[in-house]
């Protein structure tokens, strides 16, 4: 089973960038639909995006289609999140959650497998 680490958070400007990682173990990573969650203060968790376990199929939010990326390399066992011309909306803790072999789902309950957590603040 996978274990999963995110890392990459931080505080930045309106319109900046920032690219999370999450490094995950074991060898079945291959398997796993990979996505990025996030939670605002006082809001829901939601998926912000998702990549299936072949990279073929990706999934984004409406927010932030056209802004972030979302991308996977197996031989490192690491999913990435590129963030581009971030908004302060976005400020939250991003959360990466996998689930084996199963289709990229928005709701949190459907994955098994998630990290700890990584903080993105944007200023204004």
Do not use: H
Not at 15 to 44: D, I, N, V
Not at 75 to 93: F, G
């Amino acid at each position: 089973q996978v274990q999963l680490v995110e890392s990459g958070g931080g505080l930045v400007q309106a319109g900046g960038s920032l690219r999370l990682s999450c490094a995950a173990s074991g060898s079945t990573f291959s398997r796993y639909t990979m996505t990025w969650f996030r939670q605002g203060p006082g809001k829901e968790r939601e998926l912000v995006a998702g990549i299936s376990a072949n990279g073929v199929t990706t999934r984004y939010a409406d927010s932030v289609k056209g802004r972030f990326t979302i991308s996977r390399d197996d031989a490192k066992n690491t999913v990435y999140l590129r963030m581009d011309s971030l908004k302060p909306e976005d400020t939250a803790v991003y959360y990466c959650a996998a689930r084996q072999y199963l289709a990229i789902a928005t709701g949190p309950s459907l994955y098994d497998r998630w990290g700890q957590g990584t903080q993105v603040t944007v200023s204004s």
